[in-house]
Structures are given as structure tokens and as C-alpha cells.
């Protein structure tokens, strides 16, 4: 009787259930996710858009969301040096792994031997490609692809998602072109190692870190450097991650007067930026204006 129930339910409101269960290790991934495919997918993320997606904490309610996913997405490049513990913790032989970096041109590959001496260099290049928004629309077609092959009969759909959204953004890199035009060679300093993508799509120049190395605390004698960088090359910004502490930031915009402009880099790392173009949004209106 329940069966029947249900059935004309599902016949009489037109009900449609998620196809294919989706986990992003970060909230960006899981925004395209939700453009492509919409209600035919059920998603989720593990990492907040306002926490450092170098590190996560691993906790056994992740690995229970692994347990029922049917695909994890990820951006690799050992950006979540976290995602295999929880995968060997979900003891999920079904779940399927999609690294969205296979077809991206990788920057920054260390050309000599890595070590902990150098601070957060990955191995495999720099993982932050998702801030060139090319870059996004590759991500977009893997996803498209993904969820096409778990899920065959919705393909269309799918492909149909995908053309639309890689539309939407090109409509968007072209408004996003005009504005850095004005920046197009101009210095600026930035806080981690995360926008050689950024700065190689909008021609801007990154003049140096106020990281002495990735990962690294700042410290003094850098802050002394970037100081002197600063007041010698008229730099007017320093564009930093808003999860990273702001003190050294502070210390040298005290001493020069430069703008310390805070960003998210993931969707819902601030109030109101719900979407991946809106994010892009957020990071261009407040460098450019």
C-alpha cells in the first residue's frame, strides 16, 4: 500500500529524485556541481568556504558522507592532503574518484627535489587553478562528463547545463577583462601562493608574498622587505585569502599606506557570495574600484 502511495504521489506532483550522489572536497567545486546537475544530483561539501582548504579536519561525519556518495570530486594537485584518510575511513569500495586537475595546464611544477625547507610547495604544481575562470569551465566539462557517464540517461541534460553555464561565464570573463584592463601590468603584492592563475589571466604583476614562503608565518625581517618593496615600486594593494590573519598585512600598510584588501576564494567565504561567478564578483569589484 505504501508503494502504491508513493507511486501516485510521484505521478500526480511530477516528483523527481537525485540520480547521482555527489561530495566536493570544497564549496567552489560543489557550486558548479549544482549548475550541471541541478536536480538530477544530490551534492555536498566538506570543506567551508571560509576555512583554508589546505586543512581540514577529519572527522567521522565526513566519512559518513563519503560512505553514501556515489563520486568525490576534488581539486588535487594536493591541495586536500586530507581527502584520502577520509576515503579509506568511508570504507566505500563504490565511491568513484574525479580529480579535476587532469586537464588543466598546470603551473609553478617544481622543476628540483621539494622539501619541507621551501613551505608549501606541491609537487604536482600549484592547485589554485580554479581562480582563472577558464579554468572553471574545464572543471565544468570533467563534471558534465562525471555525471554523464554515472548517470547515461540524463546526459543530455546535462551537456545541456554545462553549454548553458560555460556561456554564462564567458559572457562574465569578457566583463571581468575590461575591468582589470585598467591593472593590466600593474604590481601588486599578494598574501599566499594562490594567484599565479588570476594574475596570468587579467596580465596583472604579483611583486612578491607577504608570506616569505608558502605556508609560512611572516615574519619581521620579510615584512621589512615587502615594506621597502612597496615604498619602491608605489605598490597601492595587497590582495590576501580572507581566512589568513591580517596582522602582518596591517603592520605594513601602517608603514606605507598600501590597501589591504580582503577576498574569499571559495564560494560562501563571505556573506552573500553563493555562487562561483559572484565570488569572481566579490574579488574583482573590490581590486578594481
Same mark, same amino acid.
Given at each position: 500500500?505504501?508503494?502504491?502511495?508513493?507511486?501516485?504521489?510521484?505521478?500526480?506532483?511530477?516528483? @523527481?529524485?537525485?540520480?547521482?550522489?555527489?561530495? $566536493? $572536497?570544497?564549496? @567552489?567545486?560543489?557550486? #558548479?556541481?549544482?549548475?550541471?546537475?541541478?536536480?538530477?544530483?544530490?551534492?555536498?561539501?566538506?570543506? %567551508?568556504?571560509?576555512?583554508?582548504?589546505?586543512?581540514?579536519?577529519?572527522? /567521522?561525519?565526513?566519512?559518513?558522507?563519503? %560512505?553514501?556518495?556515489?563520486?568525490?570530486?576534488? #581539486?588535487?594537485? +594536493?591541495?586536500?592532503?586530507? *581527502?584520502?584518510?577520509?576515503?579509506?575511513?568511508? %570504507?566505500?569500495?563504490?565511491?568513484?574518484?574525479?580529480?579535476?586537475?587532469?586537464?588543466? =595546464?598546470?603551473?609553478?611544477?617544481? &622543476?628540483?627535489?621539494?622539501?619541507?625547507?621551501? +613551505?608549501?610547495?606541491?609537487?604536482?604544481?600549484?592547485?589554485?587553478?580554479?581562480?582563472?575562470?577558464?579554468?572553471?569551465?574545464?572543471?565544468?566539462?570533467?563534471?558534465?562528463?562525471?555525471?554523464? !557517464?554515472?548517470? &547515461?540517461?540524463?546526459?543530455?541534460?546535462?551537456?545541456? !547545463?554545462?553549454?548553458?553555464? =560555460?556561456? %554564462?561565464?564567458?559572457?562574465?570573463? *569578457?566583463?571581468?577583462?575590461?575591468?582589470?584592463?585598467?591593472?593590466?601590468?600593474?604590481?601588486?603584492?599578494?598574501?599566499? *601562493?594562490?594567484?599565479?592563475?588570476?594574475?596570468?589571466?587579467?596580465? #596583472?604583476?604579483?611583486?612578491?608574498?607577504?608570506? /616569505?614562503?608558502?605556508?609560512? @608565518?611572516? @615574519?619581521?625581517?620579510?615584512?621589512?622587505? #615587502?615594506?621597502?618593496?612597496?615604498?619602491?615600486?608605489?605598490? $597601492?594593494?595587497?590582495?590576501?585569502? !580572507?581566512?589568513?590573519?591580517?596582522?602582518?598585512?596591517?603592520?605594513?600598510?601602517?608603514? &606605507?599606506?598600501?590597501?589591504?584588501?580582503?577576498? /574569499?576564494?571559495?564560494?560562501?567565504?563571505?556573506?552573500?557570495?553563493?555562487?562561483?561567478?559572484?565570488?569572481?564578483?566579490?574579488?574583482?569589484?573590490?581590486? $578594481?574600484?
Amino acid at each position: 500500500m505504501k508503494k502504491i502511495i508513493l507511486l501516485a504521489l510521484f505521478f500526480m506532483f511530477n516528483i @523527481t529524485f537525485a540520480q547521482v550522489n555527489v561530495v $566536493t $572536497t570544497t564549496s @567552489t567545486i560543489y557550486d #558548479i556541481v549544482k549548475e550541471i546537475g541541478k536536480d538530477k544530483v544530490e551534492v555536498d561539501y566538506l570543506c %567551508r568556504g571560509d576555512q583554508d582548504p589546505h586543512f581540514l579536519e577529519v572527522k /567521522p561525519s565526513y566519512m559518513l558522507k563519503l %560512505r553514501k556518495a556515489d563520486i568525490l570530486m576534488k #581539486i588535487g594537485l +594536493g591541495l586536500e592532503m586530507w *581527502a584520502q584518510q577520509l576515503i579509506d575511513g568511508s %570504507r566505500n569500495s563504490k565511491l568513484e574518484i574525479v580529480d579535476l586537475s587532469v586537464d588543466i =595546464s598546470i603551473k609553478e611544477v617544481p &622543476t628540483a627535489k621539494v622539501d619541507a625547507s621551501q +613551505g608549501d610547495i606541491h609537487p604536482h604544481g600549484n592547485p589554485h587553478y580554479w581562480l582563472d575562470p577558464e579554468n572553471v569551465k574545464i572543471m565544468a566539462k570533467e563534471i558534465y562528463e562525471s555525471l554523464s !557517464n554515472k548517470d &547515461t540517461e540524463n546526459s543530455s541534460f546535462y551537456k545541456k !547545463n554545462y553549454e548553458v553555464y =560555460s556561456k %554564462r561565464l564567458d559572457g562574465k570573463i *569578457a566583463e571581468w577583462k575590461n575591468k582589470m584592463s585598467a591593472l593590466k601590468d600593474k604590481p601588486i603584492i599578494f598574501f599566499h *601562493a594562490s594567484w599565479i592563475y588570476f594574475a596570468d589571466k587579467f596580465g #596583472i604583476k604579483i611583486a612578491g608574498y607577504v608570506e /616569505p614562503k608558502p605556508g609560512i @608565518t611572516p @615574519t619581521p625581517s620579510h615584512n621589512a622587505d #615587502i615594506i621597502a618593496l612597496v615604498k619602491k615600486n608605489k605598490i $597601492t594593494k595587497i590582495v590576501m585569502e !580572507n581566512f589568513y590573519s591580517d596582522n602582518a598585512p596591517n603592520q605594513i600598510a601602517e608603514k &606605507t599606506g598600501v590597501k589591504v584588501i580582503k577576498v /574569499p576564494v571559495n564560494v560562501y567565504g563571505m556573506d552573500g557570495v553563493d555562487s562561483y561567478i559572484k565570488m569572481m564578483d566579490n574579488i574583482i569589484n573590490q581590486i $578594481t574600484k
